[in-house]
């Protein structure tokens, strides 16, 4: 089955520019998160969706950050007037449910900020 | 402040050597899980331990959960080219789930 798919693959951007990511979690998963990874670094909890409740938003660093996910399956990430300390991996990943269950991740944005 | 921190942040071995990798908190979890990071992929679960001092093997891979379940270790024999990657410990704390800091591990032939 399809797993998580994320695009593009890359994206080069001037600074000051907006970018929006796209996930398109796995069929039937009510969980969704979006992370931030720098280089060879560990995973920087960024937002999480879990069904028709309230997104935990705690983890964005700026009100420059902000995610939708519309009827419940694919999220959007939007990242405005873009800095180039926001350039870094962003993974999405999609769960069945709870909190605990397996994550699956999808192969992430690579965002590039010049 | 990383609520999990592993070490070595770094770690590169020859084919063969064995070696322990270490995710520690000073909180309290339910479960912890350990993923495993390629270049250009996202991370892939390896295994979920729930009880403290709990301890799961896969393969040459050896996992186990501290009593108090603040800590957990990952343990590789003879270590092989293809346990390249980023490991990553990971739990749920709260309403948010933590990654830790990661350990990137070299094999080389």
């Known amino acids: 089955g399809a797993g998580v798919s994320q695009s593009p693959s890359n994206k080069v951007t001037e600074k000051g520019k907006d970018v929006e990511l796209r996930c398109d979690p796995i069929?039937?998963?009510?969980?969704l998160y979006w992370y931030r990874q720098s280089l060879g670094q560990g995973l920087e909890f960024l937002i999480y969706?879990?069904?028709?409740?309230?997104?935990?938003k705690s983890g964005l660093p700026s009100d420059r950050f902000s995610a939708e996910r519309t009827g419940g399956s694919v999220s959007t990430l939007t990242i405005q007037r873009t800095q180039q300390e926001d350039s870094a991996v962003y993974l999405c990943?999609?769960?069945?449910?709870?909190?605990?269950?397996?994550?699956?991740f999808g192969p992430g944005t690579r965002l590039t900020v010049l | 402040t990383q609520l999990l921190e592993q070490s070595p942040q770094f770690l590169s071995i020859q084919e063969g050597e064995n070696l322990t990798v270490y995710c520690n908190s000073s909180?309290?979890?339910?479960?912890l899980q350990w993923y495993r990071q390629e270049p250009g992929e996202g991370p892939v679960l390896l295994v979920t331990?729930?009880?403290?001092?709990e301890v799961k093997k896969l393969k040459r891979l050896t996992f186990q959960f501290g009593d108090a379940r603040k800590d957990s270790s990952l343990h590789i024999t003879a270590a092989q080219p293809g346990d390249t990657g980023l490991y990553l410990c990971?739990?749920?704390?709260?309403?948010?789930?933590?990654f830790g800091t990661g350990t990137s591990l070299t094999v080389i032939p």
């Open positions: 331990v729930v009880t403290g001092g």
């Open positions: 909180s309290v979890f339910s479960s």
């Open positions: 969706f879990q069904g028709n409740s309230a997104p935990d």
């Open positions: 990943a999609s769960s069945a449910n709870r909190l605990t269950d397996t994550q699956y």
């Open positions: 990971a739990g749920a704390y709260g309403n948010q789930f933590y």
């Open positions: 069929s039937g998963h009510t969980a």
